[in-house]
């Protein structure tokens, strides 16, 4: 079993910033990769970004530049900072852990980007 606690989220305006850490716990291969989902309302979860445990890193387009994923593989924490935020980035955003083809999710935290 792998669990996975996030922190950060919350409301934040248009332009600002954000942190969120996510660390892993239980069965983890030391070969994984961690990232980050969103999902809005009504639509379908998306990437965000994610990062394998040997530090490369994978960003979707729409947070390309603004998003910066990085990861403490002796404590199994991910992280994501969140630069220059629109309010399309308003989402539910999940925490992922993946290794040999099996996900575990965190319970997700929700991001506005509201004035």
């Known amino acids: 079993q792998v669990q996975l606690v996030e922190s950060g989220g919350g409301v934040v305006q248009p332009g600002g910033s954000l942190r969120r850490s996510c660390a892993a716990s239980?069965?983890?291969?030391?070969?994984?990769?961690m990232g980050w989902y969103r999902q809005a309302p009504e639509k379908q979860r998306e990437l965000v970004a994610t990062i394998t445990s040997g530090g490369s890193a994978n960003y979707a387009d729409s947070v390309k530049g603004r998003v910066t994923i990085s990861r403490e593989n002796d404590k199994n924490t991910v992280f994501l900072q969140m630069n220059s935020l629109k309010p399309e980035d308003t989402a539910v955003y999940y925490c992922?852990?993946?290794?040999?083809?099996?996900?575990?999710w965190g319970k997700g935290t929700l991001v506005t980007v509201s004035s």
């Open positions: 239980g069965s983890i291969f030391r070969l994984n990769v």
């Open positions: 992922n852990l993946a290794q040999f083809g099996i996900n575990s």
